[in-house]
């Protein structure tokens, strides 16, 4: 992609046509870590007809889930542990390490 001076219009290449992401199952685990949560969620949803009021356990477990990732997310970053999101086959040593609320436990 090439800019032309002045005239601020961009000339973009389409003799190749551009590739699409597509995530596997996999790749949203890495960047999700509620996904099974998320799941459980949509499935009781399905089987009950959409009913928001027969999922309410699984709606706030996973949002239980959301709000501790997002605890532990923040404490890491403040203390520079990369990457900030724990991968998948260290998540449950790091859930070790805070408790139910996403508060560290000690060092």
């Not at 961009?10 to 999700?32: F, G, I, Y």
């Not at 799941?39 to 949803?45: D, E, G, P, V």
Request: glycine share 4%.
């Amino acid at each position: 992609m090439s800019q032309q001076k002045g005239s601020g219009a961009v000339a973009v290449d389409v003799s190749e046509p551009t590739q699409r992401s597509t995530k596997t199952k996999a790749d949203l685990a890495v960047h999700n870590p509620c996904l099974h949560e998320a799941n459980l969620t949509f499935k009781c949803l399905a089987q009950n007809n959409y009913d928001g009021d027969e999922c309410t356990a699984y709606h706030e477990n996973y949002n239980l889930c959301k709000t501790f990732w997002a605890r532990v997310y923040r404490d890491r970053r403040q203390r520079q542990l990369f990457p900030f999101l724990p991968p998948p086959s260290e998540r449950e040593a790091v859930k070790a390490q805070y408790d139910i609320h996403g508060d560290r436990i000690a060092d």
